[in-house]
Nanobody, 122 residues
């Protein structure tokens, strides 16, 4: 069982930066691949980025490549999404999630946080 809690969302102007973090409970954090997802009003939840258990492999949706960076600290049980050059289209509730395997679809993520709002103004 893993419990996840996001923090760090907020309001930022277009072109600005935000960092969202996710704190995980449990001693098996390093065994989980971690992902960030987002959901905008009226839209389906979508994949943003993922990182393998040891941090050696990462994956991003095309629209955030070069702007967002996912990282993890297994000693602190945290995963972070650094978001730069933010655009109004990035506005959404951002969720972190944990999966037993890397590169799985959204249905493969077993544990979810409650989400944190990120709003990018134009």
């Amino acid at each position: 069982q893993v419990q996840l809690e996001e923090s760090g969302g907020g309001l930022v102007q277009a072109g600005g930066s935000l960092r969202v973090s996710c704190a995980a409970s449990g001693r098996t954090f390093r065994r989980y691949a971690m992902g960030w997802f987002r959901q905008a009003p009226g839209k389906e939840r979508e994949f943003v980025a993922a990182i393998s258990g040891n941090g050696g492999s990462t994956n991003y949706r095309d629209s955030v490549k070069g702007r967002f960076t996912i990282s993890r600290d297994n000693a602190k049980n945290t995963v972070t999404l650094q978001m730069n050059s933010l655009k109004p289209d990035d506005t959404a509730v951002y969720y972190c999630a944990a999966a037993w395997a890397t590169n799985v679809p959204i249905a493969g993520y077993d544990y979810w946080g409650q989400g944190t709002q990120v709003t990018v103004s134009s």
